[in-house]
Nanobody
Framework: VQLVESGGGLVQAGDSLRLSCAAS????????MGWYRQAPGKERELVATITSHTDSTNYADSVKGRLTISGDNGKNTVYLQMNSLKPEDTAVYYCNAVVRPRPGLRYDYWGQGTQVTVSS
C-alpha cells in the first residue's frame, strides 16, 4: 500500500484546510485509514481514523467538532476537513493505513507527511 498526502499549507487561526490522502496498491486489504500528526518536540499522536467498510470514525478529544475525517472508497482516498484551525494544530500530518491479514496481525503504512502551519 502506498499513500500520498496533499493539501497542507500555511493559514491563519480560524481558517480551514482540507487534507487528502490517496492510497494505491493493495487497497482492497485496507482495514482502516487515519490521520496522525507530529508537532516539533512532541510524539506522533492520533488525530482521526475511519474504518473502510463501516465508515466508523474516531477522533482525538482535541479536534472533535473542528476536524472531520471522511473517505471515498471509489477513489481510495481519505480526507481530513480542518475547520477553526488553531496554532496548536501546527504539525506534520501523516496519513496511515492499517492492514489486518488475519486476527492478531497488523501492518501499518505511512505517507510522507504534509506540513500544516497555523499562525496566530
Amino acid at each position: 500500500v502506498q499513500l500520498v498526502e496533499s493539501g497542507g499549507g500555511l493559514v491563519q487561526a480560524g481558517d480551514s484546510l482540507r487534507l487528502s490522502c490517496a492510497a494505491s496498491g493493495s487497497t482492497f486489504s485496507i482495514f482502516a485509514m487515519g490521520w496522525y500528526r507530529q508537532a516539533p518536540g512532541k510524539e506522533r499522536e492520533l488525530v482521526a481514523t475511519i474504518t473502510s467498510h463501516t465508515d466508523s470514525t474516531n477522533y482525538a478529544d482535541s479536534v472533535k467538532g473542528r476536524l472531520t475525517i471522511s473517505g471515498d472508497n471509489g477513489k481510495n482516498t481519505v480526507y481530513l476537513q480542518m475547520n477553526s484551525l488553531k496554532p496548536e494544530d501546527t504539525a506534520v500530518y501523516y496519513c496511515n493505513a492499517v492492514v489486518r491479514p488475519r486476527p492478531g496481525l497488523r501492518y501499518d503504512y505511512w505517507g510522507q507527511g504534509t506540513q500544516v502551519t497555523v499562525s496566530s
